[in-house]
């Protein structure tokens, strides 16, 4: 039995673990035994944050689980954020959809990326709301609803200065007007996404948000305003209540995730996600041998040197200067990280044994590294770490 991280409240009440088959559950106990690394998404970590969510904006939440739920696992999190009292799942495709409808998620759910005409049927049949800006796409999804015998149930994206998808305000008002006399299509909402949301100043979107409100009156003066209308993610969420109107789109706030350094959470939240395995295999190298791919590391003396089951191919880039956390301290990665395994310096924790816990995202003793420690050192930001964690690192479930 190893470690700190198994307390004996999780056995007592046997949860859950989602392997890369995200249906397929096994008890926690026998899959704690039997992986060499694992990720462990604490269920109660989302409710709060959901909550937190609910009572800073006072405004329904959608809970945006695209890209298996940034790297959480889409269905746990879908699943709880029902629970928790989200209005609303956002996903990117219209695939990742279909597997919330097939795994019995109700609560309305709305694709935010673009769509293929020749998904449109699909996307009805499962009663996805998909986002429409392109006057192009309307005559087939007109068709696909008429032969799908129901009304199409769209949100239109308003183009403000992401220049990402949208129609221009111009565009978009045309656009309302000819869906306005289209039985088949119902716009139930608007929305529109802003790109400097996390950044300190605040010049750019107040211009968005200004072109924003400028063409919700235009459609509100034309009596063409959908009943929903959105902008926000969690940065605007957190800092703009301007820019809520009657919902916020919340994806890293939900999991517990700074939107950036210079808007971080307030109290309360919770970081979800935390990436555990264990030391498998310790060894003293003599002075002047070379570790790992390319013996990019030299021994200056006789090291302890362990290693990890863990590579780049579960996520851990290849990069210099990655740390983890044994024993509440932290180490350094020497040597390439390989696909599957990289190693350890433990002169600084001579204690540590085969079997001990090692953590890589998460908290151990008094020391924690977080998302946004490992995405400054890969130079990146903390969406793309846990996005980056591939499903062959099963997910554990903790209530
Ligand atoms: C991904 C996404 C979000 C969620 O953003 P967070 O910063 O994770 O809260 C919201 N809206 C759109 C359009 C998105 O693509």
């Known amino acids: 039995m190893r470690g700190s991280s198994l307390s004996l409240d999780y056995t007592l009440e046997p949860e859950r673990v989602v392997t890369s088959d995200a ?10 035994s039997s992986h060499l690394t694992w990720i462990e998404v604490s269920l109660d970590a989302i409710r709060n944050n959901i909550g937190r969510l609910k009572a800073l904006t006072g405004v329904d939440v959608m809970a945006v689980v695209k890209a298996n739920a940034y790297g959480h696992g889409m269905l746990p999190v879908a699943r709880t954020a029902v629970d928790a009292g989200a209005s609303y799942c956002a996903v990117a495709r219209i695939s990742e959809g279909i597997e919330l409808r097939e795994n019995g998620i109700t609560l309305p759910v709305h694709v935010m990326g673009p769509s ?41 994206k308003v183009e403000t200065g992401m ?30 996404h802003y790109a400097c949301a996390d950044e300190g100043d605040p010049t750019t979107t107040d211009r968005q948000e200004a072109a924003y409100l ?82 990019r590391y030299h021994t200056r003396s006789d090291e302890r040197i362990g290693v990890i ?37 433990l002169d600084s924790v001579p204690g540590a044994a085969v079997g001990d816990d090692v953590v890589l995202l998460g908290h151990q003793g008094e020391d924690a590294i977080n998302a946004e420690d490992v995405a400054d050192r890969w130079d990146t930001i903390n969406y793309e770490v846990t996005c980056g964690l591939t499903t062959r690192v099963p997910r554990i479930y903790l209530p």
């Open 23 to 32: 249906s397929a559950y096994t008890p926690l106990v026998s899959s704690l």
């Open 116 to 156: 293929l005409e020749g998904r449109f049927k699909d996307a009805l049949e499962h009663d996805l709301e998909i986002t429409l800006f392109q006057p192009a796409q309307v005559e087939a999804l007109r068709l696909a609803a008429a032969s799908a015998g129901k009304p199409a149930r769209v949100h239109l």
């Open 163 to 192: 220049n990402r998808i949208g129609a221009r305000p111009e565009e978009a008002l045309s656009l309302l007007q000819t869906l306005s006399g289209i039985p088949e299509i119902d716009v139930i909402g608007v929305f529109t």
């Open 214 to 295: 400028q063409f919700l009156q235009q459609a509100e003066a034309s009596g063409l305003r959908p009943p929903l209308v959105h902008a926000g993610n969690s940065a605007t969420a957190v800092t703009r209540s301007r820019s809520r109107f009657d919902m916020v789109r919340a994806g890293v706030s939900m999991y517990g995730l700074h939107p950036s350094r210079d808007v971080p959470l307030p109290d309360g939240f919770l970081p979800a996600l935390a990436w555990k395995t264990q030391l498998r295999h310790i060894h003293t190298i003599p002075a002047g041998e070379g570790i790992s791919y390319g013996h």
């Open 309 to 345: 089951p863990v590579g780049y191919g579960d996520g851990w880039r290849r990069t210099d200067g990655n740390e983890v956390l044994i024993h509440g301290q932290r180490v350094p990665v020497v040597g390439r990280v390989c696909m599957d395994q990289c190693m350890l310096q």
